[in-house]
């Protein structure tokens, strides 16, 4: 079982995809945990990836690339995996070709007004990167995360004027990958049109959906 995830900023890609990757017990494989685990091991391909995190800039598909096969690789993903941020690039996706083929892109279709209103109110933890939403996904204690006891904050990208942007150049970017993997991987389009539907309620849509392609039993 080998899936991508799609979809814009807020969508919900990162908790739909653990959650997913949890029932059919196989990894979720996203960009920023690959960047901020090899960085974390101090590889000579994590120092790579650091000069141009911390500079705030992308890491280019070269390295990506090289990072993403290293992660697939590993024992866990025999059985699968869902990618979440990945791949970014048509350079990317060719590289991808290498590996076994996909099954389905899971994309997520949100209108904007959802997202503004999700991300506006989301908040990460500094130190582990888990994701709150103070009016939906609220922490047990206001400020903390749950998990490591650290910090929450709202990031600078998750104000409104800032996510219209990112949301434009997601669509520009997404657009390309998009016409790329047509007529080559099925689609799964997966509707979201209200801010507070539980996660759990799209996870199972997303499976009843997989299981009439027959992707999953």
């Known amino acids: 079982m080998r899936f991508i995830i799609f979809g814009p900023p807020g969508a919900g890609k990162g908790t739909y995809a653990s959650r997913l990757g949890s029932k059919l017990k196989i990894p979720k494989i996203s960009t920023g945990d690959m960047f901020r685990e090899a960085i974390k091991q101090d590889t000579d391909l994590g120092k790579r990836?650091?000069?141009?995190?911390?500079?705030?800039?992308?890491?280019?598909?070269?390295?990506?690339?090289?990072?993403?096969?290293?992660r697939i690789s590993k024992p866990d993903s025999e059985n699968g995996f869902i990618l979440d941020g990945y791949p970014r690039t048509i350079a990317e996706a060719k590289a991808l070709d290498q590996s076994p083929t996909m099954d389905a892109i899971i994309r997520l279709i949100v209108p904007e007004w959802v997202i503004i209103e999700r991300l506006s109110n989301r908040r990460t933890c500094r130190n582990?990167?888990?994701?709150?939403?103070?009016?939906?996904l609220k922490p047990k204690k206001e400020g903390v995360c749950d998990r490591c006891g650290g910090e929450l904050y709202q990031r600078e990208d998750d104000k409104p004027k800032v996510i219209r942007e990112r949301l434009r150049v997601y669509e520009a970017q997404t657009r390309a990958l998009i016409d790329y993997y047509k007529g080559k991987v099925p689609f799964v389009d997966i509707e979201c049109r209200s801010v507070d539907v539980p996660p759990e309620t799209i996870v199972k849509k997303?499976?009843?959906?997989?299981q009439k392609m027959s992707l999953i039993k």
């Open 49 to 70: 990836v650091a000069q141009f995190v911390n500079k705030g800039e992308l890491v280019p598909d070269k390295v990506a690339i090289e990072i993403l096969e290293e």
């Open 128 to 136: 582990c990167g888990a994701i709150y939403n103070v009016k939906y």
């Open 206 to 210: 997303i499976q009843r959906k997989l």
